[in-house]
């Protein structure tokens, strides 16, 4: 209840100060999911110094990670890019994720058809025989998998060719940027629906007010008609994984007087993170694990490649070590970031977050389109931290990689000064 009330000082601090700004959103959203741990049960009560150390440092982490984004104000405008950049950049990652938006669905086909349990498929007890029978070349889900979160900036696109009235373009790029939420489906997990959220959501503000009433009148037909589709598919996903309720509410540490194991799954799923975060915090004893929670794409790649032996699991089997029960749960960003790099590495790369975030603020009132384009995989960084970092994902940090190239790529030989404006 305490952070809660900090983060809605937070947010008029923000507001009042700057007007509307994604960093707003991010206190927003943050409330609701106080708000939900509050409904269920999950409020926290340090009871020791160290505790309480703990819960004010988190507090601290979050507003540094918020703070930033407040400097990005929603009426700052967007420089036009190179067209003809933009254009061969876009037909490059409509072209990749056409090919991703169709095996993915042949792969869900074959999933929600032959898997009976769910959850057993998504904490992995039976997902590699499953695998090893579809009907895709084993190569091309892989290349697949691989490549999709190129889909991460179809969303800027989307609005990019919707305030350009180049409907067609922008209505591709919505369609594959569901690569999000469909690479998430493949192993039954809810997370993609989430990043899609934030996504598109930090988005639409900068460009909204420019678009013409046509432009506007699609966007909205076409937001509602995926929110209503991806609502359902989050639905199914939901009932077909808590569809017992006694085994889920005995599962759930809460008090809470809810009883139907579908909205008590949801509002767990939004805010189990808070009560888990300090209560993991507390078990620190300065250990660091020197960042194995925040390097999934190296490590990964290179047990692959034979280089290191750090073999699947591994690191799932340190924290059930360190954190018992809570290793596969929601614990938070602060929480991962601490076990990862302590006190003092936390703040360093929470800093460098924040310095990276100061280069692509804008200047003059002014967002650079090479800036804009990637800032959305940056912003997924604290956004969803609710759940944890997502720097454990290999399919972010994939994102990330991605987004280094097509900045390098849009980066314009033009000065500010020369630039043509929305």
Not at 54 to 80: C, E, G, H, Q
Not at 286 to 309: R, V
Not at 324 to 351: A, K
Request: with cysteine.
């Amino acid at each position: 209840m305490l952070l809660l009330i900090y983060f809605v000082l937070i947010y008029f601090l923000f507001h009042l100060k700057r007007g509307a700004s994604p960093g707003s959103f991010l206190v927003i959203l943050y409330a609701i999911s106080l708000i939900c741990a509050v409904v269920i049960g999950y409020d926290y009560f340090p009871d020791t110094y160290f505790k309480v150390f703990n819960l004010v440092f988190m507090a601290a982490m979050l507003t540094l990670l918020f703070m930033p984004w407040n400097r990005f104000k929603y009426t700052s405008l967007i420089a036009d890019p190179d067209p003809d950049r933009v254009n061969r950049l876009a037909k490059i990652l409509l072209l990749i994720n056409s090919v991703v938006f169709v095996v993915c669905l042949i792969f869900i086909y074959y999933v929600f058809t032959h898997v009976t349990d769910y959850s057993e498929f998504k904490n992995g007890m039976d997902s590699e025989g499953v695998i090893g029978q579809m009907p895709i070349n084993h190569l091309l889900w892989l290349l697949a998998i691989y490549l999709c979160p190129t889909s991460y900036f179809l969303v800027p696109l989307h609005f990019y060719y919707l305030k350009q009235r180049n409907y067609k373009y922008s209505i591709l790029a919505l369609l594959f940027s569901l690569n999000i939420i469909l690479n998430g489906i493949t192993h039954f997990s809810r997370s993609g629906f989430l990043v899609f959220f934030v996504m598109y959501i930090v988005y639409v503000p900068f460009y909204y007010p420019q678009f013409a009433t046509k432009a506007k009148h699609i966007m909205k037909f076409a937001s509602a008609l995926v929110a209503g589709l991806a609502a359902m598919v989050f639905y199914i996903i939901t009932a077909s994984r808590f569809v017992d309720a006694l085994q889920y509410l005995e599962s759930a540490s809460t008090q809470s007087r809810i009883e139907n194991p579908i909205l008590l799954s949801l509002l767990d799923y939004f805010s189990q993170w808070y009560k888990n975060c300090n209560e993991v915090m507390s078990l620190y004893v300065f250990n660091p694990l020197y960042g194995e929670l925040s390097a999934s794409l190296p490590l990964t790649f290179g047990n692959k490649m034979n280089l290191i032996d750090y073999p699947a699991g591994r690191v799932e089997a340190k924290l059930y070590t360190l954190w018992g029960t809570h290793f596969d749960g929601f614990n938070g960003l602060i929480s991962d970031l601490l076990f990862d790099f302590g006190y003092m590495g936390t703040l360093f790369c929470i800093l460098a977050y924040g310095s990276l975030l100061t280069k692509f603020r804008p200047k003059n009132g002014v967002i650079m389109f090479h800036h804009f384009i990637v800032l959305g995989s940056l912003f997924v960084f604290p956004a969803m931290g609710i759940t944890s970092s997502q720097l454990k994902s290999v399919f972010y940090e994939l994102a990330l990689v991605y987004a280094v190239i097509i900045y390098f790529y849009l980066k314009p030989k033009l000065n500010v000064s020369t630039a043509r404006f929305r």
